[in-house]
């Protein structure tokens, strides 16, 4: 009986000092984040039979336990996932926000200064200081658009290396998490829960939830498997396998996750990757970064190049017409038809020409012609099949042949900005192209590629789809929203695919290329005069030159526009229009007061009423110094919506961005605020059942002491009993 006794007083002695110890690294551990609260788990041995019945042998200590509720330590991890992904996305948000919405130092500002030295030119059209302030106020707009690429450029560039650095990250917590894996297996063979290493792994898949959305399976041997994207394995058991931030294969700029095994590389879709900084920093630059950066040169190309042909539309002081006012990356090769032949028209890539030209078909020959100058060449047509170097560009008939007696006109297009063929191509094919129409351009890339049986062009911010048979990409160009691609050489086999990023160093290339004032361009090429011996009241506006297109490979003004033409009154409200050029003469038209008159690529109102007899010459304006009607339309280009499919201006469209912008940040303001607060409402939840409550721990201090005491008073009550039965003896 005495052993028993004792036995019973040492097993209380053991537990209560179990107790004490576990509360104390419960209170040492209060602040410990994750730390799971642990108990001590016991139960009463199996009683010993005696004749007086069972008795008990005291108590035994099955096991320390933490309280753990899988389901709120889940809850909390994909709570932090998601708060991280929005904190991530926020903070870059806010970085691009006040880039792209400065109020006094943005692109809108810039613009509006330009604008105003273009009215103050048109006040002035003869004033050579106006003139200048004019050039240098287009330097100031090109610089603020290229201070504002080069900030967005460098935040591409940063994004890359958190894209590595998180990468990274996840990496290292995997590593952690399958080393911690091995040790819980090998400690829980026991079969006794490792507490504190269970903790710890819960720690790291909380940390490793920040970077990005994890999920995980539990193993009978206490192990757990964890898995990202769309089912990748980052940790099985104790192993755990890599990730890494490569150059993409469509374009090697920017860094794509790739998923590495068994040497296999493994490119990981974007819209895989949630929750963590990783959706964060990928969602940023898919959603916001790309179209600042694409709408801040859809913005620049749109303005030089609407700027550039009004401004080739108009007369400089020389009596030239005017020549491009920007320079930007253009096409050095594209073709042009001429009443059924197509011809192709080249220079050096370093060499593209600031002007327009035409080139007409006399029956006989062809005759090339530099507009900004009027200089001509004549071309055999020997020589057009040959290939015809002149007035700095090169001329080829590729196909076809005039029909008969014809004209075009031709500017260089600007050129598409980059196009990257997909490292996992087997075909030879170069895809080239340019921007063909400013005004259906949208901010979005593209990709072309080849199933095999026809070609598909996707337009990435929306995956809108265009196809295209193989005979009308053999035929020439092809594309969508002011694009044109066509293969240059060689084919491309079946999965082939190009990334078109049509604006892609743009901005960068943007310059001014007037540096003469007296090369702006502000007066019409072309005036109108009554003649002195008119009898009637007949009154005109002087003519206005149609505007440009929005088209960029036509010229900017009809090649005919300089020819005389005269309007005769050859009868009572009747007239005809003679181009002393071409020497032919219109039918009769009815005139009408207030009409106008179109002819040649320029217009103009008449009014009044005139006699028989009467004429009107349309001539090369001469000496027209004080004209500022080419200024005028330069200057209502701020105000006319041409971008974006003829729905927005210049700045119009900026703000568009801006706004898109703001409405992101604002948006990604109150989710992560909420997301925070759901957070905190996930931790508090679990800290209530799993975290370490100080008083209830000092109770249980109190509780563990008294039973500490009372188990050392049974083994001295016990004591005290032998002796007395030693003494009696």
């Known amino acids: 009986m005495g052993s028993s006794v004792f036995s019973i007083g040492v097993s209380g002695l053991n537990a209560a000092n179990l107790g004490l110890i576990t509360a104390g690294h419960n209170i040492s551990n209060a602040n410990t984040p994750g730390y799971s609260r642990q108990y001590l788990k016991q139960s009463a041995p199996y009683p010993q039979l005696t004749g007086s019945g069972f008795t008990g042998l005291g108590v035994k200590v099955d096991s320390i336990q933490r309280v753990y509720d899988q389901f709120l330590t889940r809850q909390v991890q994909t709570a932090q996932s998601s708060a991280s992904y929005l904190q991530t ?26 604008f105003s030295a273009v009215q103050n030119v048109s006040t002035k059209p003869s004033d050579t200081p106006s003139r200048s302030a004019l050039i240098a ?17 460098e935040s591409l560039s940063a994004l890359n290396g958190e894209l590595a650095d998180t990468v990274g990250s996840i990496n290292a917590l995997g590593k952690q998490i399958a080393q911690l894996n091995e040790q819980i297996a090998i400690q829980g063979a026991s079969g006794q829960p490792p507490n504190d290493l269970l903790d710890q792994r819960d720690a790291l898949i909380k940390e490793l939830n920040t970077f990005v959305k994890a999920t995980t399976i539990q193993q009978s041997d206490g192990t757990l498997n964890v898995f990202i994207g769309s089912g990748q394995n980052l940790v099985v058991g104790g192993n755990s396998f890599e990730l890494a931030a490569e150059p993409s294969r469509d374009d090697p700029s920017r860094l794509s996750v790739v998923y590495k095994q068994n040497g296999n590389t493994v490119y990981l879709p974007e819209s895989q990757l949630v929750g963590g900084k990783l959706q964060g920093l990928l969602s940023y630059r898919s959603q916001s970064l790309d179209l600042a950066r694409n709408n801040l040169a859809q913005v620049a190309l749109g303005f030089a190049q609407s700027f550039n042909m009004q401004h080739s539309a108009g007369q400089d ?15 050095n090769s594209f073709s042009t038809t001429l009443n059924g032949a197509t011809i192709n028209v080249s220079v050096p890539s370093s060499n593209v020409p600031t002007t327009d030209y035409a080139i007409d078909y006399d029956g006989a020959q062809y005759i090339l012609t530099r507009l900004s100058d009027n200089q001509t060449v004549n071309i055999t047509p020997a020589q057009m ?27 260089f297009p600007p050129a598409l900005g980059l196009v990257n063929s997909n490292t996992q191509n087997t075909g030879n094919a170069t895809l080239g192209g340019y921007i063909s129409d400013i005004g259906q351009l949208t901010t979005s890339n593209y990709e072309f590629a080849f199933d095999g049986a026809q070609y598909v062009l996707t337009r990435l911010s929306d995956r809108q789809q265009t196809v295209f048979t193989p005979a009308q990409v053999a035929a020439g160009v092809v594309g969508v929203d002011g694009l044109a691609i066509n293969i240059q050489s060689g084919t491309m086999n079946a999965g082939d695919r190009f990334t078109i990023k049509p604006l892609e160093g743009m901005v960068r290339g943007l310059e001014v290329s ?43 003004v009809n090649p005919a526009l300089k020819n005389p033409v005269t309007l005769q009154f050859t009868a009572p409200g009747m007239f005809t229009i003679t181009d002393s050029v071409t020497g032919v003469t219109s039918a009769p038209q009815v005139y009408t007061a207030g009409m106008t008159v179109a002819f040649n690529g320029w217009s103009m109102k008449l009014d009044g009423q005139p006699a028989v007899g ?12 004080a004209d500022n009607r080419n200024a005028l339309a330069l200057g209502a280009l701020q105000s006319n919506r041409m971008l974006n499919g003829g729905t927005a201006t210049y700045q119009e469209s900026y703000g568009q961005m801006v706004s898109t912008i703001g409405i992101q940040t604002n948006e990604a303001t109150v989710m992560s605020k909420a997301q925070d607060i759901v957070l905190a409402q996930a931790e508090t939840a679990r800290d209530n059942g799993a975290g370490v409550n100080l008083d209830e721990e000092a109770a249980n201090l109190l509780r563990y002491q008294q039973a500490y005491v009372a188990a050392s008073k049974v083994i001295q009550i016990a004591q005290e009993a032998f002796d007395q039965i030693a003494n009696i003896a």
């Open 137 to 153: 106020s287009a330097q100031t707009l090109v610089n603020r658009f290229q201070v504002f690429d080069q900030r967005l450029t």
């Open 614 to 625: 009467d004429v009107i010459t349309v001539d090369q304006n001469i000496g027209g110094t």
């Open 514 to 556: 007037i540096t003469d004032p007296r090369e702006v361009a502000t007066a019409a090429p072309i005036s109108g005069r009554l003649a002195s011996t008119n009898t009637g009241n007949l009154t005109i506006t002087q003519p206005l030159v149609d505007t440009p297109p929005t088209t960029t490979t036509g010229a900017a």
């Open 89 to 114: 996305y926020l903070s870059h948000l806010q970085e691009i926000d006040n880039i792209v919405a400065d109020p006094s130092a943005g692109v809108s500002p810039a613009l509006q200064d330009f």
């Open 385 to 411: 099949t040959a290939g015809f170097s002149g007035l700095g560009v090169t001329v080829q008939l590729t196909a076809g042949a005039p029909a008969g007696v014809g004209s075009t006109s031709f500017s």
């Open 317 to 331: 002081l020389y009596g030239n017409l005017g020549t491009d006012f920007f320079s930007f990356p253009a096409a």
